[in-house]
């Protein structure tokens, strides 16, 4: 009796000590829990600030490292540059001289072919727009064509005036249109004292198309700003703030002092592309092609709608025209001109050397030239 008194005495206090014991044991686990949660969310929030911390170290070291690599890399690009231009140096500077006392272009033709493919193997080098010696040549070529421009006077014939890149210009005593100018850049851009010296003694700018060798809202800019009049075959700069001063034809006819231009709409590949047929009042018919390339357009070119094949005085071509041979079927030039070759604004397969030129103006069996950069020819008039 005593053993089971005994017994439920203890079960008694026991049952009395639970409470306080669960109570003790519940408030310790919540302090626990909240201990936990408080330094949870500190030690988060720290590792939070490292990562972050280690994150922004590690991209600005990342910039840093890709801004000494770029650094070596400018530096070592810079030196191959100057290398190469000490190497081709010389031959820039003959052809620069021969240029400058070499009978016109279309006479001495093969010794003009020699002394002009000494300049093809730097010019597809990549980095020959950076070359010194290019920028050299450059610049001479244009400081030789300005004295020119500013000093001939055409008379009753019509000057055409080859620039870098597709640029020409048609010159007659009424009026000077020019076709795809740009100011250029790297070491074969023309300085602003004599793009706008140029400008000042230009009429009308036609543009062919998009592309930056053609079109250039610099120079845009600068005939609009002498209200003088830039033709283009689309929109093409929807951001451009003067489009409404554009004039913009695809098909049809300009009339201007001293000219008539006549428009047609082809195409390079996809891209509209305007070629321009100008007709000075002395009779002159001279056709600028831009980047004619019908490749998508077989059989429904713009040309054939000469029902007989059209004559002019003088073809501009971009000398790598695909669909030269069948124009050639519809517009019947009396001569040739090369135009677009070592375009250094291509990539380096993308540019056409002299060599390239002169095997294609052998095939087209027609009378051509090849002039330099700033070199002219004159075109009698007909009337």
């Avoid at 910039?63 to 070592?76: C, G, H, I, Q, R």
């Avoid at 100011?183 to 230009?202: A, M, P, R, S």
């Avoid at 062919?208 to 283009?232: C, E, I, Q, S, Y």
């Amino acid at each position: 009796m005593i053993i089971v008194h005994l017994s439920g005495v203890a079960a008694s206090i026991a049952d009395t000590l639970k409470k306080p014991v669960k109570r003790i044991i519940s408030e310790e686990m919540k302090k626990t829990v909240l201990f936990i949660k408080f330094n949870y969310s500190r030690i988060t929030t720290q590792w939070r600030l490292n990562q972050g911390v280690i994150l922004i170290t590690l991209f600005f070291s990342f910039l840093l490292f890709t801004n000494a690599v770029a650094a070596v890399l400018k530096s070592e690009t810079s030196a191959r540059v100057k290398e190469l231009s000490v190497k081709y140096e010389d031959r820039f500077r003959s052809l620069d001289l021969w240029l400058r006392q070499a009978p016109e272009p279309g006479k001495s033709q093969a010794e003009r072919e020699r002394i002009l493919k000494t300049i093809d193997e730097p010019l597809y080098i990549k980095e020959a727009p950076q070359f010194p010696c290019v920028g050299y040549y450059f610049r001479s070529r244009m400081s030789d064509f300005m004295k020119d421009f500013l000093a001939l006077e055409p008379g009753e014939d019509t000057i055409v005036w080859k620039l870098y890149n597709h640029s020409e210009i048609i010159q007659t005593n009424k009026i000077k249109i020019v076709i795809d100018l740009i100011k250029g850049f790297d070491q074969v851009e023309i300085d602003d004292g004599t793009l706008g010296k140029l400008v000042d003694n230009l009429d009308v700018l036609l543009i062919t198309h998009v592309h930056g060798d053609h079109a250039d809202k610099r120079v845009a800019d600068m005939f609009l700003d002498r209200n003088k009049p830039v033709v283009v075959p689309e929109l093409f700069w929807p951001d451009y703030p003067r489009n409404d001063e554009l004039t913009v034809l695809r098909n049809g006819k300009l009339n201007y002092p001293g000219a008539k231009v006549y428009v047609f709409p082809s195409v390079q590949k996809k891209t509209a592309n305007n070629v321009y047929m100008i007709m000075p009042d002395n009779g002159n018919r001279i056709m600028h092609l831009g980047d004619n390339n019908n490749i998508y357009n077989v059989g429904h070119e713009w040309f054939r709608r000469f029902k007989k094949p059209l004559h002019i005085d003088l073809l501009i071509p971009n000398i790598w025209s695909t669909d030269l041979a069948s124009l050639l079927k519809y517009v019947n030039p009396d001569l040739v001109m090369s135009s677009h070759e070592n375009e250094l604004g291509h990539p380096p397969n993308g540019r056409r050397s002299y060599e390239y030129v002169y095997n294609v103006l052998r095939t087209i069996k027609r009378p051509y030239v090849v002039p330099a950069w700033g070199e002219h020819i004159v075109l009698r008039h007909k009337k």
